[in-house]
């Protein structure tokens, strides 16, 4: 790449907001000492992601302060020198009209978005990361507006190609070609072949059906920079991807603090489904990556947002140490210190998670190892929740019976985390629990598409990035519910 055609980077005028990507071994090379001191934080309230706007401690926007200005920490690619914000704006996550004013179905609060992008870039932001299916191909649309208001030099744009799709070559072009239109670019910085999944999927689409071959002309000719893949796939489809030939310029995968630190393992009882390959385990797939040497953006450092809005007693522990910091803080702050890390996307709603992310990255604080010890202890407490793994992401939507998979799984894990599930009867507090949890049920869950309407067909099940045994869940969920129902 040209050096004219790399972003302004506000950080880099003194070098202070840019370091290195951590090397393997896990020992960050911050250009910048800690923090100053505890007050420099500020106040900070905390972001309860994809829920109402409200942040945990009850603060909102107003209430958090911005970081001074070129202060977000940017970490440098060692194959091109892009100066990328260790904040990537995940744009899948886009704030949306109250349905009063979309009588046609859900849509994007322009208004709002363009606002946040805005924010974003002023505070050091440049990487922002799309897909053909986000928001129904209207956060392509969207981003594409939003950034649009900037100079094309000074952002990185992320696409991908949808995987999932099955597209043939012919398809795949119009797919490219549209993607670049509805982004109003002539470019996508860093493109990805999204959600590689099996080894089928890679042979079929991008070997034998030319795909891979078509995205690299692309890249030869300049509509694509860099080309890699995003991957929610088995341990095969990660074995073929770091050992194919490719020289993949970078990859987008989910790691965070609660599945590297416990080693995410299914709950008991869990039935593997009909011909699944098990999923790479968090630790082991870290250490390929490290020594595949392929620079890493980051996605679901929050697990969906559950790491952002944990039980009180988990929430507890780590306010005892820092009693400012929001729980997303953590779980960035460790993602932040993972190994060859270039980006930590976070899908951001509403400004509170804006402004809060800002503070966490402006600039980073690396985990010491004390804040290790508390975050593992804290993690001991979320882990004795038997939580469900969903991360509202959608994939496995629309059920063809009307199952809103997403909201009954996360109204589950909230009043998990509220410690609001009824449990035993004899208890004096489990009346008032049981109404709660059916109020709340109703109230978030239209009738039709609770989960007492999963006929169990199974077309949901292998969509799930998470690998959920969502018909077993919504089964248990179910039987939970008609049991609550009928005590009286
Ligand atoms: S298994 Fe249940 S939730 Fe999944 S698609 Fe079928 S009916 Fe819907
Ligand atoms: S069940 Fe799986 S696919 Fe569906 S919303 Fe949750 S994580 Fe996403």
Redesign the pocket.
């Known amino acids: 790449m040209n050096e004219s055609d790399r972003p302004s980077a506000p950080g880099d005028e003194d070098g202070k907001g840019t370091e290195t990507a951590p090397p393997a071994g896990g020992k960050t090379l911050s250009r910048r000492t800690l923090l100053k001191a505890a007050g420099a934080v500020g106040a900070i309230g905390a972001a309860a992601y994809g829920l109402d706007g409200l942040g945990i401690f009850g603060k909102r926007e107003r209430d958090i302060p911005d970081p001074p200005p070129g202060s977000m920490t940017r970490r440098v690619n060692p194959r091109n020198g892009d100066a990328i914000s260790l904040l990537g704006f995940g744009c899948m996550r886009f704030p949306m009209l109250p349905s009063a004013k979309s009588p046609n179905g859900p849509e994007i609060d322009e208004e709002a978005a363009i606002r946040l992008v805005d924010h974003a870039i002023a505070h050091g932001v440049n990487y922002f990361d799309t897909a053909y299916p986000y928001h129904k191909g209207m956060s392509e649309v969207v981003v594409g507006k939003a950034l649009a208001r900037h100079p094309r030099d000074s952002y990185f744009l992320a696409d991908k190609m949808p995987t999932f799709s099955k597209p043939t070559l012919e398809q795949a072009k119009e797919i490219f070609a549209t993607q670049l239109e509805r982004c109003g670019t002539t470019r996508f910085d860093y493109y990805m072949l999204h959600n590689v999944q099996s080894v089928e999927a890679y042979r079929n689409i991008y070997e034998e059906g030319g795909v891979l071959a078509y995205l690299q002309e692309e890249k030869a000719a300049g509509r694509i920079r860099n080309l890699g893949w995003s991957f929610h796939g088995d341990t095969p489809a990660l074995e073929l991807l770091l050992s194919c030939g490719v020289d993949w310029d970078f990859a987008l995968v989910q790691f965070n603090y609660h599945d590297l630190e416990h080693g995410y393992a299914p709950r008991p009882g869990h039935r593997p489904r009909p011909g699944d390959a098990e999923p790479p385990p968090a630790r082991w797939f870290l250490e390929r990556m490290v020594e595949s040497r392929i620079p890493m953006m980051l996605m679901e450092p929050l697990l969906g947002g559950r790491l952002a809005r944990l039980n009180k007693k988990t929430l507890a522990i780590l306010q005892a140490e820092r009693p400012d910091a929001s729980a997303a803080s953590w779980a960035f702050r460790y993602a932040a210190s993972l190994p060859n890390v270039l980006s930590i996307l976070s899908g951001m709603t509403y400004m509170e998670h804006l402004r809060d992310n800002l503070r966490t990255f402006s600039p980073l604080e690396p985990l010491t190892d004390r804040d290790m010890a508390v975050l593992r202890k804290a993690l001991d407490g979320f882990l004795s929740q038997e939580n469900i793994r969903c991360t509202a992401c959608g994939y496995?939507m629309p059920?063809?019976?009307?199952?809103d998979?997403p909201s009954v799984f996360t109204h589950y894990n909230r009043c998990i985390d509220d410690e609001q599930i009824p449990k035993e009867p004899r208890n004096a507090a489990y009346f008032q629990a049981r109404r709660a949890f059916l109020v709340g049920y109703d109230r978030s869950v239209p009738e039709l598409r609770q989960a007492e309407?999963?006929?169990?067909?199974?077309?949901?099940?292998p969509l799930c990035p998470q690998r959920i045994d969502?018909?077993a869940e919504?089964a248990r969920i179910g039987k939970f519910v008609e049991t609550l129902r009928t005590q009286v």
């Open positions: 496995c059920c063809p019976y009307g199952v998979i309407r999963c006929t169990g067909c199974g077309k949901c099940l969502i018909v919504l």
